[in-house]
T-cell receptor
Framework: KAGVTQTPRYLIKTRGQQVTLSCSPI?????VSWYQQTPGQGLQFLFEYFSETQRNKGNFPGRFSGRQFSNSRSEMNVSTLELGDSALYLC????????????FGSGTRLTVV | AQKITQTQPGMFVQEKEAVTLDCTYD???????LFWYKQPSSGEMIFLIYQGSYDEQNATEGRYSLNFQKARKSANLVISASQLGDSAMYFC????????????FGSGTRLLVRP
């Protein structure tokens, strides 16, 4: 079966712009989580959605937002981009919160210039 | 607060030998899960193995086994018969199973397998 699909794979944006990243989970998975990975801060949790509801949110400013659609696909949006937002953004899906493993996508590498 | 500590930034292992990657955790929760992920240079996080806090047996998945010592709060990953393709970053992670849906990750260990 198809894995977790994240688009685009690479993105270059200018400071002050906004960006939207997309994640399509494994078919049947209803939970989607987002993580930011940077060399300095490592892997940090952004938010988690289940059946279109946000259940958990990490410690990120309000510029970071997300949503989930009825088909479980999820998007995350970052407004007013800063240089420090340059990172690998990873999406993970699971049936319901992943007691036995989340499946991650290949990530979107965002570069802010 | 939950915390994962991986004290080995980098490790070398000879091909076909076994290697242990260390992971200690800190939590006040009784019900939690421990995960290991592999991240090749391509960036994708590959799930390797899971251990629940109430599981009495150590988890095993093929060449991967998890040495779970609950009293010491450690969850070390053992890779047997290392292969060149095992060269990657390895992350230990934890999740509180009762109240949270987020994974807390350690800083990772870069493993290099020598031929």
């Amino acid at each position: 079966k198809a894995g977790v699909t994240q688009t685009p794979r690479y993105l270059i944006k200018t400071r002050g712009q906004q960006v939207t990243l997309s994640c399509s989970p494994i078919s049947g998975h209803r939970s989607v989580s987002w993580y930011q990975q940077t060399p300095g801060q490592g892997l940090q949790f952004l938010f988690e959605y289940f059946s279109e509801t946000q259940r958990n949110k990490g410690n990120f400013p309000g510029r970071f937002s997300g949503r989930q659609f009825s088909n479980s696909r999820s998007e995350m949006n970052v407004s007013t981009l800063e240089l420090g937002d340059s990172a690998l953004y990873l999406c993970a899906s699971s049936l319901n919160g992943g007691n036995y493993g989340y499946t991650f996508g290949s990530g979107t590498r965002l570069t802010v210039v | 607060a939950q915390k994962i500590t991986q004290t080995q930034p980098g490790m070398f292992v000879q091909e076909k030998e076994a290697v242990t990657l260390d992971c200690t955790y800190d939590t006040s929760d009784q019900s939690y899960g421990l995960f290991w992920y592999k991240q090749p240079s391509s960036g994708e996080m590959i799930f390797l193995i899971y251990q629940g806090s109430y599981d009495e047996q150590n988890a095993t998945e093929g060449r991967y086994s998890l040495n779970f010592q609950k009293a010491r709060k450690s969850a070390n990953l053992v890779i047997s018969a290392s292969q060149l393709g095992d060269s990657a970053m390895y992350f230990c992670a934890m999740r509180d199973l009762d109240s949270s849906y987020k994974l807390i990750f350690g800083s990772g260990t870069r493993l290099l397998v020598r031929p």
